[in-house]
């Protein structure tokens, strides 16, 4: 019974990959909660000298897929998720306007 208005593989071309949800229904989405990524994105942004913007458009920082639903669902997705013993984080919200943005920079 959870709709579900959109999902995202995040894979190359990272989090710019949400546009393909967005797009056709004129919104987008701004990612102001994201969690700390893992060390290995740390280690490749430090030695490749890549901006935090680069980043968050090349690779998923550790957020492997996007589930796109209103908030009235949202605990029962993250049940779901318990159950199957599944990390999940909500990650942002759906905005008016037809970008991407990730910690403040938009990406797309």
């Known amino acids: 019974g959870i709709k579900v208005s959109g999902l995202a593989h995040i894979t190359g071309g990272a989090f710019s990959k949400l546009k393909r949800i967005g797009d056709p229904a004129g919104v987008g989405f701004n990612l102001d909660h994201m969690p700390k990524p893992q ?3 740390e280690l490749i942004q430090r030695e490749g000298s890549i901006s935090n913007r680069e980043m968050y458009r090349t690779f998923n920082m550790g957020i492997g897929f996007c589930i796109c639903t209103s908030p009235r669902y949202a605990e029962e997705v993250k049940s779901v998720f ?4 599944t990390t999940i984080h909500k990650i942002g919200k759906v905005v008016s306007d037809k970008v991407v943005i990730v910690n403040g920079k938009r990406i797309a």
Do not use: A, L, T, V
């Open 39 to 41: 060390k290995i994105f």
């Open 82 to 85: 318990k159950e199957h013993r």
